[in-house]
Each structure stands twice: as structure tokens, then as C-alpha cells.
């Protein structure tokens, strides 16, 4: 199904046999886009985003793999720490259909995320030396645990721009927007999150880094504004790479949606509205997107999984490898093929059709 077609079917889903609160969303969302014609407005925002092309893999789906994320095993305990075992999941899943993996590098004698370079040379290099996908760190989880203080924009991006001199970036981490991260089930006690804080000034350096060393930022979207300020952004550094949108659903906590089709619908077309034919994909923390992957699919859309994003405490047997291979299977099911890392660096840019 096109983006398109996938929209008409939201906005006939609003009819007179609809839930009243999905009725009234829907309306308010499609009746100007039915006024104005679907064809009119995604070439509105095309031109918005100057001269980007659409960014397409039809009847490929892109799935990423986030291996670990920032829980350490007090929170979930299957995760890889050591470099070795995060290289030899890596090269797993890739093998199993992913085209892009996403780390965060860790002290393995502290078990506590370290965003060291030095670090993470070596798992990308491991990683690539055996398959060659796309591999990208993270940023320092502000206002977490393992980041307490704030740091200025050079120092948090001071891994990244190490290793973009070094050539091995394609993707970088570079988050538009600033939560609450809090989880649902501890707010009764009285326990409170933190702020996961992203200033303008980081987002900024970030796109600049983006534009000189020529990878493409990662916009992991916590709230919907996200959008509106990430595409903003895009727009004001026009010589940036394709950005590339992820939604971030949670049930655990507390930010943006939970995995439901109305929320897929909207940040769609929230993207589609606000920078054109943007690559975008579903993901989360303390979530099971599976449910979503169909849906996604049909809209155009890409996928994650991994146990950075799973539900937190999940089942000993769950795996990275597991969760790649569940989720090639729900994309088979739905029509399409897993993309291969060529694919997508081809979508983007970074390939030409013959090589």
C-alpha cells in the first residue's frame, strides 16, 4: 500500500462507524488534506525540504537491530556488554536480515555504558570485518545514571566526531528534543525519572558534524514535536544528509505513544507533513513493536527491534538474534523482503543504482 492509499484508508477509517475519539482525531487530521487533495500536499512538503529526493525501497523493509542499549543488566539481563559479544551478535543478526545495528559501548568492568571511542572502533570495526552493515554508536543518555552532569555539545558528540574523521560513520545519534523518562509502573512510589536533555545547541553541532563528515543523523523521536523540530532543523542545514525519523513507543514509560495503529497514523503523517518522503521507522524503549510491523510495512515504513527496546525484564530467552528473525518473518508475511545494507545506502544517497 502506498503512503498515500494508507492514508485515504485512515481518513475513511474516521467515518460514521468509528470509535467517536478516533472519529473526531481523524477528521481533524484529514479534512484538509481531503479539501486540498492527497496529491497536494506531500509535494508541498517535498519542496519544503528542498531538493530531496524521495527516499524509497519498494517492497524492501530496512530492519535495525539495537543491541543493548543504556540498561546495563540490572535491567535487562541478556544484553552483550563485552566487545566480543556485542561483535558476535551483531554479525548474527546481520546474518538473520539486519541491515543496520545500533551499539552503546560499555566499561565491562563496571558494566556501566561508556562511550568511549576507542570502544567503539573496535565493535564496528569487528562487526563490518565480517558483514558489512551499517553500524552506529550512541550519544551519552543525558540526565541518566550513567550521564548525570550536563555536558557541553563538543563533549557529548566528542566519540562521534572521532570517529567520523575516521571515515567509519555512515549513521550518527542526534536526538531533537528533550523528555521525561519515567517509567509508568514507579510513578505510584514516588519515583521519579529524569530528564533526557537534548539543547538546541547539541542538536545543532550535531547536524553541523552531520554536514561535514557526511553520515546521516538518527532522530530517535520521543514526542511528536520532535518532528516538527528535527525537520525544521533539516531544513536550516541544507547541505545535512537524509535525517532519518524513528518513532519511539513505549508501554513502560511514560513519553510520546504506545504502540497502537492511531499513533503509527499520526506520526506518519506528522512526518509526512513536515518533511516529505523522509525514511522513517518504529522502534521504542520498554516496548513490543511486533504488533505494529504489519502496519508498518504497508505504510512504507521501516523497523527496529532489539533489547534495547524491548520490555524491560523480559524472558531470559529472548534474544537479539530472536527478535530479528521474528521480525523477518512478520515482514515475509506482509509482502515484503528484509533490505539488504546496499539497499539503503542506495535509497539515501550513499550508493549509486550500479555500485
Same mark, same amino acid.
Given at each position: 500500500?502506498?503512503?498515500?492509499?494508507?492514508?485515504?484508508?485512515?481518513? =475513511?477509517?474516521? $467515518?460514521?462507524?468509528? @470509535?467517536?475519539?478516533?472519529?473526531?482525531?481523524?477528521?481533524?487530521?484529514? %479534512?484538509?488534506?481531503?479539501? %486540498? !487533495?492527497?496529491?497536494?500536499?506531500?509535494?508541498?512538503?517535498? %519542496?519544503?525540504?528542498? +531538493? &530531496?529526493?524521495?527516499?524509497?525501497?519498494? $517492497?524492501?523493509?530496512?530492519?535495525? /537491530?539495537?543491541? +543493548?542499549?543504556?540498561?546495563?543488566?540490572?535491567r535487562q539481563p541478556r544484553i552483550p556488554i563485552a566487545v566480543r559479544d556485542i561483535v558476535a551478535e551483531g554479525i548474527a543478526c546481520a546474518r538473520a536480515g539486519a541491515a543496520i545495528v545500533h551499539v552503546h559501548a560499555y566499561d565491562e568492568k563496571t558494566g556501566r555504558q561508556k562511550d568511549d571511542a576507542d570502544l567503539y572502533i573496535a565493535i564496528i570495526e569487528g562487526i563490518r570485518a565480517k558483514e558489512d552493515v551499517v553500524v552506529y554508536p550512541t550519544l551519552p543518555f543525558a540526565g541518566s545514571v550513567d550521564a548525570p552532569n550536563m555536558m557541553t555539545a563538543a563533549e557529548r558528540f566528542a566519540h562521534t566526531e572521532t570517529l567520523a574523521k575516521r571515515g567509519l560513520l555512515e549513521w550518527a545519534v542526534v536526538d531533537p528534543g528533550s523528555t521525561n523518562i519515567t517509567r509508568l509502573d514507579e510513578i505510584p512510589a514516588g519515583k521519579q525519572g529524569f530528564v533526557y536533555a537534548n539543547p538546541e545547541s547539541h542538536i545543532r553541532l550535531g547536524l553541523e558534524l552531520a554536514s561535514r563528515y557526511r553520515f546521516h543523523p538518527g532522530y530517535a523521536l520521543y514526542e511528536p514535536g520532535f518532528v516538527r523540530l528535527g525537520a525544521a532543523l533539516e531544513r536550516a542545514y541544507p547541505e545535512v544528509p537524509q535525517c532519518i525519523y524513528r518513532f519511539m513507543f513505549s508501554q513502560q514509560f511514560a513519553f510520546c505513544f504506545?504502540?497502537? @495503529?492511531?499513533?503509527?497514523?499520526?506520526?506518519? *503523517?506528522?512526518?509526512?507533513?513536515?518533511?516529505?518522503? %523522509? @525514511?522513517?521507522?518504529i522502534s521504542g524503549l520498554g516496548v513490543d513493536v511486533s504488533p505494529l510491523i504489519g502496519?508498518?510495512?504497508? =505504510?512504507?515504513?521501516?523497523? =527496529? /527491534? $532489539?533489547?534495547?527496546?524491548?520490555?524491560?525484564?523480559?524472558?531470559?530467552? *529472548? *534474544?537479539?538474534? !530472536?527478535?530479528?528473525?521474528?521480525?523477518? =518473518?512478520?515482514?515475509?508475511?506482509?509482502?515484503?523482503?528484509?533490505? *539488504?545494507?546496499?539497499?539503503?545506502? &542506495?535509497?539515501? $544517497?550513499?550508493?549509486?543504482?550500479? !555500485?
Open positions: 500500500m502506498s503512503r498515500n492509499k494508507a492514508r485515504m484508508s485512515d481518513c =475513511r477509517s474516521g $467515518g460514521a462507524n468509528a @470509535p467517536v475519539s478516533r472519529r473526531r482525531f481523524m477528521q481533524a487530521v484529514c %479534512a484538509p488534506l481531503l479539501m %486540498a !487533495g492527497l496529491d497536494v500536499l506531500p509535494g508541498a512538503a517535498f %519542496a519544503a525540504q528542498g +531538493n &530531496r529526493k524521495p527516499v524509497e525501497t519498494p $517492497g524492501k523493509t530496512w530492519l535495525e /537491530v539495537s543491541l +543493548n542499549g543504556p540498561w546495563s543488566r540490572d504506545p504502540p497502537k @495503529p492511531y499513533a503509527l497514523a499520526a506520526l506518519a *503523517t506528522l512526518v509526512e507533513e513536515e518533511a516529505g518522503a %523522509a @525514511p522513517w521507522m502496519e508498518a510495512v504497508a =505504510r512504507g515504513g521501516h523497523i =527496529r /527491534v $532489539g533489547l534495547e527496546d524491548a520490555l524491560l525484564g523480559t524472558p531470559a530467552s *529472548t *534474544t537479539n538474534l !530472536g527478535l530479528v528473525e521474528a521480525a523477518v =518473518r512478520i515482514v515475509r508475511d506482509h509482502g515484503a523482503e528484509p533490505a *539488504t545494507p546496499d539497499d539503503a545506502r &542506495r535509497a539515501l $544517497g550513499a550508493l549509486s543504482d550500479g !555500485g
